[in-house]
């Protein structure tokens, strides 16, 4: 008696609980976006309301990786989405995205060639690339005798212990033992368990000098003078900069990462033709320019270029110079090779 | 003496309790875009605030969810205190057991488990019935879950060397259980009730993962953490969050204060 | 008696069984599994797992810390919470009312901006290290135990207060009054009426802060600056880092889960039995 009880009082509030949220109107031209945060101009909604009647409702993740375990998970309900590359080919393999119909999108035409056919998607089937940027060092030009210009500067332990506690690394395992591995020469892709080993060395070395491992709050600590060299990536440091001339960004003589964000329909979606719409409309030219000159970051949209502000399209920190670019390295699957970057990882993080 | 010790001792942890809030006043009126930077006085942070809808909006939905997610834990965080405390059950082991794990399970475990239960069975099974379960309800549901071991664990501290001689002076003069519980024993945990509810509000104002995990697509249902850590992602927080944080600071302790001072004069007279 | 205040454990434990038991046990079943290295599960029953959280590695650094963290923080939180606790449940209702929502109040506001107040506190910049330095202390607060365990007092503070006040709040303080007249020291009847009065509480406050900060991850993860390992930021990785393995951090949680039930277990047994005892 007292368990049906139970149950029926469970099932009372549950259904109450059902009856409060299905209050919701559901608007039947609607497209949800799942971004990063700050990563759009909110005006380009307006304009994308205004031609095609379509209210765009944002939400934001704040890693890939909590936006790989939700749709993974099997969580519904968006429309487009803008994982990172290396994202993109996880969700393909897991068949989470939805094949792209290219003749829907004319305006995949302006993305630059550099970044068509990118390894994880070769025939952007899935995908088209939206901004990108790359992973460096940022510094306190004013806080440092002579400017960073080698991966040298905080790895070898003689030039890294000037800056003891001032120094940080991003809190990612794939960016930081690639960095070591760039500074010894390697492959941020390397599968060699030696080169892994040495990688190991350095990192456990450079670890007692560093402040703090962090991939989000570098740009602030840099600001507040609490660090002076960071590891973190592009996008982030041209924004400190608006704060604080002093800020400058670098991608040392031994090679960065890069690393692009795309436009892409998780499977789940229903309003496959309203994203195809939308991913068009942000790939107009002058859309995608609004939004570089908003955002700061840079766009791989070729034909957008003209339309941006020539103090972002000529900052070095924003976009690279080119013999620049030529030596950035795309971060990739190394398929079973993983288990030893998660094991100098585990090492690094917890001995 | 020991008296003016101790009177230091509380004073000193109040101090410690409200170290970081003089630190939030102070930054809320940074010119920096960045939380965290002093950039000289101004008051851009409140003007920021004032313009920002977003902030507000995922203030309500928090308030909303904490307010619900309380009232329903404390009602069913309190009957488990009661029934295990007081109750002979078969598996008592295994049902302690059950009811302690929320509190032993980290946070993201939990999240990635709920995440699961509700995209893999809950909501199928529900769209089976043409139900559609929306975020506010499923974001309730989470917290809820989470809060309940915490009240019972309070209510429960309370129960176990309660003076029962009340309750059953009032089973002797012919009391029903049911009135005793409701005139004679709830009024006596009250204290205990209030405090786990308290926990419970500040546990589901601070949720970041579950609540995360568990809303759907294109709601637009924001609580605060949700807003605040998609910034702290890849962004940065912005300073208006120093002016959000320091207004209900300011807010909450007008309001004690007043419902203080009119409870002291309802005891005078 | 017994039946009727059996009813009331059924929609507590029905809710329980229904939105916890059932995601713990996905939880134990992605634990038998296996990740590929494209992050996907491949389902099994293996205990492979199981055997890897034994790596030495993850119990030197991050289990001991975590066993120590937990320790100091409910030490300190009691050393702290007690008296305030006792200080309110002393007052007339309305102070009592007052004191209680002023512990409270600093908590309506956000985890991450107390956090981001702690930061610029403990910021090797900032004020508190600056004091340090000017009496010839280098001491590195964020990035280091020290600053871990101050963010974790005070995030746990109000768990420990809150149910100590609970207990002490029934107590009679006129009784402790008769036993001073009747020439009894103020330790006596501290020791011999109030505490184990406020026993009860006393346990509910440390269970609510040392399991919790057994499996902590984003206190340590962000004042520790990911140079405290600690358990929980190890079962946090797991899950949400670039490199995943939802199998291993499924089965590591699994393990702090038993391991801390296992040890409650006892604890509470052998509580039970001291009670029929004394």
């Given at each position: 008696m007292?368990?049906?009880?139970?149950?029926a009082?469970?099932?009372?509030?549950?259904?109450?609980?059902?009856?409060?949220?299905?209050?919701?109107?559901?608007?039947?031209?609607?497209?949800?976006?799942?971004?990063?945060?700050?990563?759009?101009d909110?005006?380009?909604?307006?304009l994308?309301?205004?031609?095609?009647?379509?209210?765009?409702?944002?939400?934001?993740?704040?890693s890939?990786?909590?936006?790989?375990?939700?749709?993974?998970?099997?969580?519904?309900?968006?429309?487009?989405?803008?994982?990172?590359?290396?994202?993109?080919?996880?969700?393909?393999?897991?068949?989470?995205?939805?094949?792209?119909?290219?003749?829907?999108?004319?305006?995949?035409?302006?993305?630059?060639?550099?970044?068509?056919?990118?390894?994880?998607?070769?025939?952007?089937?899935?995908?088209?690339?939206?901004?990108?940027?790359?992973?460096?060092?940022?510094?306190?030009?004013?806080?440092?005798?002579?400017?960073?210009?080698?991966?040298?500067e905080?790895?070898?332990?003689?030039?890294?212990a000037r800056?003891?506690?001032?120094?940080?690394?991003?809190?990612?395992?794939?960016?930081?033992?690639?960095?070591?591995?760039?500074?010894?020469?390697?492959?941020?892709?390397?599968t060699?368990?030696?080169?892994?080993?040495?990688?190991?060395?350095?990192?456990?070395?450079?670890?007692?000098?560093?402040?703090?491992?962090?991939?989000?709050t570098?740009?602030?600590?840099l600001?507040?003078?609490?660090?002076?060299?960071?590891?973190?990536?592009?996008?982030?440091?041209?924004?400190a900069r608006?704060?604080?001339?002093?800020?400058?960004?670098?991608?040392?003589?031994?090679g960065?990462?890069?690393w692009?964000?795309?436009?892409?329909?998780?499977?789940?979606?229903?309003?496959?033709?309203?994203?195809?719409?939308?991913?068009?409309?942000?790939l107009?030219p002058q859309?995608n320019?609004?939004?570089?000159?908003?955002?700061?970051?840079?766009?791989?949209?070729?034909?957008?270029?003209?339309?941006?502000?020539?103090?972002?399209?000529?900052?070095?920190?924003?976009?690279?110079?080119?013999?620049?670019?030529e030596?950035?390295?795309?971060?990739?699957?190394?398929?079973?090779?993983?288990?030893?970057?998660?094991?100098?990882?585990?090492e690094?993080?917890?001995? | 003496?020991?008296?003016?010790?101790?009177?230091?001792?509380?004073?000193?942890?109040?101090?410690?309790?409200?170290?970081?809030?003089?630190?939030?006043?102070?930054?809320?009126?940074?010119?920096?875009?960045?939380?965290?930077?002093?950039?000289?006085?101004?008051?851009?942070?409140?003007?920021?605030?004032?313009?920002?809808?977003?902030?507000?909006?995922?203030?309500?939905?928090s308030?909303?969810v904490?307010?619900?997610?309380?009232?329903?834990?404390?009602?069913?965080?309190?009957?488990?205190?009661?029934?295990?405390?007081?109750?002979?059950?078969?598996?008592?082991?295994?049902?302690?057991?059950?009811?302690?794990?929320?509190i032993?399970?980290?946070?993201?475990?939990?999240?990635v488990?709920?995440?699961?239960?509700f995209?893999?069975?809950?909501?199928?099974s529900?769209?089976?019935?043409?139900i559609?379960l929306?975020?506010?309800?499923?974001?309730?549901?989470?917290?809820?879950?989470?809060?309940?071991?915490?009240?019972?664990?309070?209510?429960?501290?309370?129960?176990?060397d309660?003076?029962?001689?009340?309750?059953?002076?009032a089973?002797d003069?012919g009391?029903?259980?049911?009135?005793?519980?409701?005139r004679?024993?709830?009024?006596?945990?009250?204290?205990?009730?209030?405090?786990?509810?308290?926990l419970?509000?500040?546990?589901?104002?601070?949720?970041?993962?579950?609540t995360y995990?568990?809303?759907t697509?294109?709601?637009?249902?924001?609580?605060?953490?949700?807003?605040?850590?998609?910034?702290?992602?890849?962004?940065?927080?912005?300073?208006?969050?120093?002016?959000?944080?320091t207004?209900?600071?300011?807010?909450?302790?007008?309001?004690?204060?007043?419902?203080?001072?009119?409870?002291?004069?309802?005891q005078r007279? | 008696?017994?039946?009727?205040?059996?009813?009331?454990?059924?929609?507590?434990?029905?809710?329980?069984?229904?939105?916890?038991?059932?995601?713990?046990?996905?939880?134990?079943?992605?634990?038998?599994?296996?990740?590929?290295?494209?992050?996907?599960?491949?389902?099994?029953?293996?205990?492979?797992?199981y055997?890897?959280?034994f790596?030495?590695?993850?119990?030197?650094?991050?289990?001991?810390?975590?066993?120590?963290?937990?320790?100091?923080t409910?030490?300190?939180c009691?050393?702290?919470?007690?008296?305030?606790?006792?200080?309110?449940?002393?007052?007339?209702?309305?102070v009592?009312?007052?004191?209680?929502?002023?512990?409270?109040?600093?908590?309506?506001?956000?985890?991450?901006?107390?956090?981001?107040?702690?930061?610029?506190?403990?910021r090797?910049?900032?004020?508190?290290?600056?004091?340090?330095?000017?009496?010839?202390?280098?001491?590195?607060?964020?990035?280091?135990?020290v600053?871990?365990?101050?963010?974790?007092?005070?995030?746990?503070?109000?768990?420990?207060?809150?149910?100590?006040?609970?207990?002490?709040?029934r107590?009679d303080?006129?009784?402790?009054?008769?036993?001073?007249?009747?020439?009894?020291?103020?330790?006596?009847?501290f020791?011999?009426?109030?505490?184990?009065?406020?026993?009860?509480?006393?346990?509910a406050?440390?269970?609510?802060?040392?399991v919790?900060?057994?499996?902590?991850?984003?206190?340590?993860?962000?004042?520790?600056?990911?140079?405290?390992?600690?358990?929980g930021?190890?079962?946090?990785e797991?899950f949400l880092?670039?490199?995943?393995?939802?199998p291993?951090?499924?089965?590591?949680?699994?393990?702090?889960?038993?391991?801390?039930?296992?040890?409650?277990?006892?604890?509470?047994?052998?509580?039970?039995?001291?009670?029929?005892?004394?």
């Open positions: 007292s368990l049906i009880r139970a149950l009082l469970v099932t009372f509030v549950v259904l109450g609980l059902v009856g409060v949220g299905a209050c919701g109107k559901r608007a039947p031209h609607e497209l949800h976006l799942f971004i990063w945060a700050n990563y759009i909110p005006e380009v909604y307006q994308f309301e205004r031609e095609f009647g379509v209210r765009v409702i944002e939400e934001n993740f704040d890939n990786e909590t936006l790989r375990t939700k749709l993974q998970a099997g969580a519904t309900g968006y429309d487009v989405i803008v994982p990172s590359d290396y994202t993109v080919e996880i969700l393909i393999r897991q068949g989470l995205l939805t094949k792209l119909d290219l003749s829907k999108i004319p305006n995949s035409q302006n993305i630059s060639g550099r970044f068509r056919g990118l390894y994880y998607d070769p025939h952007n089937q899935y995908a088209l690339p939206y901004l990108w940027g790359t992973t460096g060092l940022g510094y306190n030009a004013q806080k440092l005798e002579s400017p960073p210009t080698s991966w040298a905080v790895f070898e332990l003689s030039r890294l800056y003891k506690n001032r120094v940080s690394m991003l809190d990612d395992p794939r960016e930081t033992i690639g960095a070591a591995l760039k500074y010894l020469g390697y492959s941020v892709n390397s060699d368990p030696r080169a892994l080993q040495e990688a190991l060395r350095v990192l456990l070395a450079q670890k007692p000098y560093l402040a703090r491992y962090d991939s989000e570098y740009d602030d600590f600001l507040t003078g609490d660090l002076v060299i960071a590891h973190g990536w592009s996008g982030e440091f041209a924004k608006q704060e604080n001339r002093d800020i400058r960004y670098v991608i040392p003589q031994e960065g990462v890069i692009a964000d795309n436009l892409a329909i998780p499977k789940s979606s229903q309003r496959v033709e309203l994203a195809h719409q939308f991913i068009d409309f942000l107009r859309i320019a609004k939004i570089v000159n908003y955002v700061r970051y840079p766009t791989t949209n070729e034909a957008a270029r003209p339309y941006i502000l020539p103090e972002i399209v000529n900052d070095p920190a924003i976009y690279p110079p080119e013999e620049m670019v030596r950035l390295e795309w971060i990739r699957d190394v398929g079973d090779a993983l288990a030893l970057y998660e094991a100098v990882w585990d690094l993080k917890n001995r | 003496m020991g008296r003016i010790i101790l009177g230091c001792d509380v004073l000193m942890t109040y101090i410690f309790l409200y170290l970081p809030m003089g630190v939030l006043l102070g930054y809320s009126f940074s010119a920096s875009r960045y939380a965290l930077v002093w950039g000289g006085f101004s008051l851009e942070p409140y003007r920021r605030l004032l313009a920002d809808p977003e902030v507000a909006s995922a203030l309500v939905g308030v909303i904490a307010s619900i997610s309380t009232a329903l834990a404390t009602l069913l965080g309190t009957s488990l205190a009661l029934a295990l405390e007081r109750a002979r059950v078969r598996f008592q082991g295994g049902l302690e057991a059950l009811v302690y794990l929320p032993v399970i980290p946070e993201i475990v939990m999240a488990g709920v995440l699961l239960f995209a893999q069975v809950l909501r199928p529900l769209s089976a019935l043409g559609e929306g975020p506010l309800p499923s974001v309730i549901i989470g917290h809820v879950t989470f809060s309940i071991s915490y009240v019972m664990v309070v209510v429960r501290a309370r129960l176990r309660l003076d029962r001689s009340l309750e059953e002076a089973l003069l009391a029903t259980p049911w009135q005793v519980l409701r004679v024993t709830l009024p006596l945990l009250a204290p205990a009730i209030l405090s786990g509810a308290l419970a509000f500040t546990l589901s104002l601070d949720d970041f993962y579950v995990f568990v809303t697509g294109g709601s637009g249902f924001k609580t605060l953490p949700l807003y605040l850590y998609a910034l702290a992602g890849r962004a940065a927080i912005p300073p208006q969050m120093n002016a959000v944080a207004l209900m600071i300011l807010a909450s302790l007008v309001l004690i204060t007043l419902a203080f001072l009119i409870q002291r004069r309802t007279g | 008696m017994n039946t009727r205040t059996r009813t009331l454990l059924w929609p507590g434990l029905v809710w329980l069984l229904l939105f916890f038991a059932v995601p713990l046990g996905i939880i134990l079943v992605i634990s038998l599994g296996r990740r590929t290295p494209d992050g996907a599960i491949v389902w099994g029953f293996s205990f492979d797992n055997l890897r959280v790596d030495p590695l993850y119990w030197i650094g991050p289990w001991w810390n975590s066993l120590g963290l937990a320790t100091l409910t030490l300190f009691l050393v702290l919470g007690y008296p305030v606790a006792y200080t309110i449940a002393r007052r007339s209702a309305a009592k009312n007052l004191l209680l929502f002023l512990v409270i109040v600093p908590f309506l506001t956000n985890f991450l901006v107390r956090i981001y107040a702690w930061f610029i506190l403990l090797p910049e900032g004020w508190i290290a600056s004091l340090l330095r000017s009496v010839g202390l280098e001491l590195a607060l964020l990035g280091s135990p600053g871990v365990l101050i963010g974790l007092i005070y995030g746990y503070l109000p768990f420990m207060i809150f149910p100590i006040y609970a207990t002490l709040e107590l303080f006129a009784l402790v009054e008769a036993a001073y007249d009747l020439g009894a020291t103020r330790w006596q009847s020791w011999r009426i109030i505490f184990p009065l406020s026993r009860p509480g006393v346990i406050g440390a269970v609510l802060v040392f919790p900060v057994l499996g902590e991850f984003i206190t340590p993860k962000l004042l520790g600056g990911g140079k405290v390992p600690m358990f930021v190890l079962i946090e797991k880092g670039r490199v995943s393995d939802w291993l951090g499924a089965a590591m949680a699994v393990v702090l889960m038993g391991l801390v039930l296992l040890v409650l277990t006892w604890y509470f047994r052998h509580l039970t039995q001291t009670r029929w005892v004394g």
